[in-house]
């Protein structure tokens, strides 16, 4: 096991910013000209809002696991889960934009949150800090998934 604190960060950051990165990517270059002739709903934020934050709940999530990762009562199953659900991070928005299929996301999405929620629950038996640090994340996730139940309402 990896008990350098440093470089423990840097390889979760790592691992944290690839979904992001990778995320990032396929919105960037399968978005337009698709999502902007959506109808989209009055509560869709305006573009510059994602990046800030999604940054910050990136960034917060990788304190949440590094935290809980230098807790002596950590569990490998539940570090396991927070790389599962960086997958499904990613996967939403290669559905989502690559694929341009908006029912196949909210899917994704709901087995997000359900795993961000496990995480929250696994996180709050060991490092309660870890638990808070997700709470964000929930909140941005149950708020992406009204924008896409209203997306698909609306198109």
Do not use: Q
């Not at 990778?22 to 709903?41: D, F, M, R």
């Amino acid at each position: 096991m990896i008990k350098n604190k440093s470089l423990t960060f840097i390889l979760f950051l790592g691992t944290t910013f690839s979904a992001s990165l990778i995320g990032g990517l396929a919105t960037i270059i399968y978005k337009e000209p698709w999502y902007s002739s959506l109808n989209k709903p009055i509560i869709n934020p305006p573009d510059w809002v994602f990046g800030p934050v999604w940054t910050t709940l990136y960034f917060m999530m990788t304190i949440s696991i590094w935290l809980y990762w230098h807790t002596k009562n950590r569990e490998m199953n539940t570090v396991y889960i927070y790389f599962v659900h960086l997958v499904f991070n990613t996967t939403w928005s290669i559905t989502f934009f690559v694929f341009h299929n908006m029912l196949l996301a909210l899917v994704v999405l709901i087995m997000l949150i359900a795993l961000i929620i496990n995480l929250i629950l696994r996180f709050r038996r060991v490092k309660m800090i870890s638990a808070y640090l997700m709470i964000p994340y929930l909140l941005w996730c149950s708020f992406a998934l009204l924008l896409n139940i209203n997306l698909i309402i609306l198109n």
